[in-house]
């Protein structure tokens, strides 16, 4: 599975980005779409996920700001970020899980917030 996510880039305190995460390849039953971040210095972490039921988890820290969401057709995910902080800089990867225990990984986009 090739993972090709797009949407990063410099916003001001307060602004939105949505990235996009795009699956393609030999794609197996995807069982679960994840966003991570890892920020400089820091363990990478988990944003959102959703999975193929359509439940859905985000981080205490961007609840109510951030929204994630797919297009199956598409085998795309998105992540609407919303009231963007400083803090929420980082490079933003996306996560697909296949139902027969793979793992893959985007390679992915920098999301800066300046104050």
């Known amino acids: 599975v090739q993972l090709q996510a797009s949407g990063g880039g410099l916003v001001q305190a307060g602004g939105s980005l949505r990235l996009s995460c795009a699956a393609s390849g030999t794609i197996s039953r995807i069982v679960l779409m994840a966003w991570y971040r890892q920020a400089p210095g820091k363990q990478r972490e988990l944003v959102a996920s959703?999975?193929?039921?359509?439940?859905?988890s985000y981080a205490d820290s961007v609840k109510g700001r951030f929204t994630i969401s797919r297009d199956i057709g598409k085998n795309t995910v998105y992540l609407q970020m919303s009231s963007l902080k400083p803090e929420d800089t980082a490079v933003y990867y996306c996560n697909v899980r296949g139902a027969s225990g793979t793992s893959s990984w985007g390679q992915g986009t920098l999301v800066t917030v300046s104050s």
């Open positions: 959703i999975t193929s039921g359509g439940s859905i």
